[in-house]
């Protein structure tokens, strides 16, 4: 059957449930309701350097596959870092932004970016990635934290970046969190018991809530929180509200508050997403200072919900190392480029090879710091 690739600068335009037929809907992030609603309510905008154009993939009437895109004239959100490429390319004498984006704003998290049945279908997607970079004068085409099973769709031209993230996982089996500090070594164990010992005794108590679950003043007191935190490191905010609300109305059962409460009046909270098997923690921030909150509300409380719940990883966001102290171990995360000037991407494919054997050398030597007395 004849294919027909098609653009469409707002995913309103495509049916939710042609969508999200495409995955497995383990992955909160990439469903029709999450992206969607990133457009609707607000948080993306020309302005800031978004400006969507999710590519489809047309068999007839019936949508085969999809990537979530988008028109980039900066580097803001992305978290997979291509600033010295930017500067470089312009000494070049060549302008890098626009660029083209395939990825989900905001969010460093590992999931399926290729949404297809098929692996033909795959690479018909990535096949028209290249083309729409050359056809419209972008520099180069990005797709960031996508799955390893993504890699075979990938053709030779595109070159291939690694990160290093920390993520706690449960493949031991562990039931209760005295199961997961059994697993450490007695330094790691007895940290950990006095960071959570120095919290409950400051009183401070946590109340866990859904979206479905959360109240109108649960969501406003939650994004007050996430609101303080960007003040606090002087970045501008691109979540608003009306998307936490949206969140809550459409994925109630996706989104998870953790409210740290203290003499009745919340101090701190965390909010996160459930996938199929994984807790994603995406924001934070507190009214107060106390000994351990922060890894009490963006660590303790959500290792504890994912054993509970029967969940097996905890994905609690980018970077910071001291996460290795308390159970979330270095994992690669992926992502790659197709640059459109042959030149330039034959300079930037020796680049990334030295950088990725850089950071598996990294990787390697966090993998000494364990917590845990062996491989869990």
């Known amino acids: 059957m004849q294919q027909s690739v098609r653009l469409f600068e707002s995913l309103c335009s495509v049916p939710a449930q042609a969508w999200d037929a495409l995955h497995d809907g383990r992955n909160p992030f990439v469903t029709h309701a999450f992206l969607s609603g990133l457009e609707e309510h607000g948080c993306l905008r020309d302005d800031w350097g978004w400006s969507p154009q999710h590519l489809t993939l047309w068999e ?65 997607l990535l096949n028209a990635m290249s083309d729409l970079t050359r056809t419209a004068g972008l520099s180069s085409a990005h797709v960031n934290f996508h799955t390893e099973g993504e890699e075979p769709a990938f053709p030779a031209g595109w070159l291939r970046r690694l990160d290093v993230q920390y993520h706690w996982r449960n ?57 303080q935190t960007f003040a606090e490191y002087g970045n501008s905010p691109a979540l608003t509200l009306e998307f936490i609300r949206h969140l809550a109305r459409e994925m109630p059962r996706s989104l998870v508050v953790f409210l740290a409460e203290q003499d009745g009046a919340a101090i701190a909270g965390a909010l996160c997403l459930r996938g199929g098997e994984t807790l994603y923690g995406r924001y934070w921030g507190a009214a107060t200072q106390l000994p351990g909150l922060h890894f009490e509300a963006c660590y303790y409380q959500g290792i504890d919900y994912c054993l509970r719940e029967g969940l097996r990883g ?22 790659r480029h197709f640059i459109a000037d042959p030149v330039f991407a034959e300079a930037l494919g020796r680049w990334c090879t030295e950088e990725a054997e850089s950071v598996r050398g990294y990787a390697a030597l966090l993998e000494t710091h364990s917590p845990f007395r062996s491989p869990p």
């Open 60 to 124: 007839g009437g019936e949508l085969v596959a999809a990537a979530p895109g988008y028109v980039k004239t900066n580097s803001h959100g992305e978290f997979v870092f291509d600033h010295a490429w930017a500067r470089a390319y312009e000494r070049y004498g060549r302008a890098y932004f626009p660029k083209f984006l395939c990825a989900v704003p905001y969010s460093p998290v590992t999931g399926p970016r290729l949404l297809a049945r098929r692996m033909e279908h795959s690479r018909a």
């Open 171 to 227: 493949d031991a089996g562990w039931t209760t969190f005295e199961e997961f500090l059994g697993a450490m070594d007695h330094k790691h164990r007895k940290n950990i018991r006095q960071e959570r010992t120095k919290v409950a005794r400051a009183g401070v108590t946590f109340r866990i809530v859904h979206g479905d679950e959360a109240s109108e003043d649960d969501l406003a007191t939650m994004f007050g929180f996430y609101l």
């Open 314 to 335: 905890f994905e609690p966001g980018a970077q910071g190392q001291h996460k290795i102290a308390r159970g979330f171990l270095p994992t690669f995360v992926r992502s």
